[in-house]
């Protein structure tokens, strides 16, 4: 079975850390770039970080670059999320899936991130 499993959201305060991860199963995980994406209230699912199938490369949006750290384990079929200096607007649903669109897994139920201010 296809699977993504993201957890490690939770409710943190302004400038704190979060470490989100997700569990993939069914494919062969290593043949995959892989991505995080979030959906806030009301607003459409955005891009937020990728890492290519080796793990050299990694991209991230303007808005999280150098507070957000993507990473990956292929023994493990996970790919992590590292956030620091979280801001209010950080607050969304988090996934991961693919990073290409043409080979998208289904997507998990995501994992909540709350930020207070």
């Known amino acids: 079975q296809v699977q993504l499993v993201e957890s490690g959201g939770g409710l943190v305060q302004a400038g704190g850390s979060l470490r989100l991860s997700c569990a993939a199963s069914?494919?062969?995980?290593?043949?995959?770039?892989m991505g995080w994406f979030r959906q806030a209230p009301g607003k459409e699912r955005e891009f937020v970080a990728a890492?290519?199938?080796?793990?050299?490369?990694?991209y991230y949006a303007d808005s999280v670059k150098g507070r957000f750290t993507i990473s990956r384990d292929n023994a493990k079929s996970t790919t992590y999320l590292q956030m620091n200096s979280l801001r209010s607007e950080d607050t969304a649903v988090y996934y991961c899936?693919?990073?290409?669109?043409?080979?998208?897994?289904?997507w998990g139920q995501g994992t909540q991130v709350t930020v207070s201010s």
């Open positions: 069914g494919r062969t995980f290593s043949n995959y770039d």
């Open positions: 899936n693919t990073r290409h669109a043409f080979n998208r897994w289904p």
């Open positions: 890492i290519t199938r080796t793990g050299i490369s990694t």
